[in-house]
């Protein structure tokens, strides 16, 4: 009998990065899973990291950008054929840094109006859905 390999599971965390109405959107690059894929800043924590910390250091590694870590915005689950995630995203500013492509291929300050536009991973779709809510409520 065949045994079905276990997932990989993952504690992710992305940074929701406003400016005004738009928001920071950025762009998987060729070669990595779910190339070519937008989505928010952020990556996996690490063993002995809080998830505050985990953004920290994923926004400095990828962007180049230190954050201030705030509330969080909406967590999902999501299972892709490879891994089964667990992602929160937290609201966050720019303490200090200028957002530079140091991982991604691409990145783009959106407005919620402009979500249909991108092709997101699926995992963020539920977090692109309240955004869009959010936004047709004010």
């Not at 079905?4 to 109405?21: N, S």
């Not at 190339?35 to 990828?62: D, I, M």
């Not at 089964?84 to 840094?97: N, P, Q, Y």
Request: hydrophobic share 40%; net charge negative; with cysteine.
């Amino acid at each position: 009998m065949m045994q079905l390999k276990k997932k990989d599971r993952a504690e992710v965390v992305a940074a929701l990065i406003r400016d005004g109405e738009r928001f920071l959107i950025c762009r998987r690059p060729e070669g990595k899973a779910r190339a070519l894929l937008w989505e928010f800043v952020g990556g996996k924590v690490e063993p002995g990291e809080t998830k505050e910390q985990a953004l920290v250091r994923e926004c400095r590694e990828e962007l180049g950008i230190t954050v201030s870590v705030g509330d969080v915005y909406f967590e999902t689950e999501h299972e892709y054929p490879d891994l089964r995630v667990r992602l929160t995203l937290f609201e966050a500013s720019i303490r200090s840094g200028t957002p530079r492509l140091l991982e991604h291929c691409e990145m783009k300050w959106i407005l919620p109006s402009e979500i249909p536009e991108y092709v997101f991973c699926p995992a963020d779709v539920p977090i692109l859905e309240r955004l869009a809510a959010d936004n047709a409520q004010t």
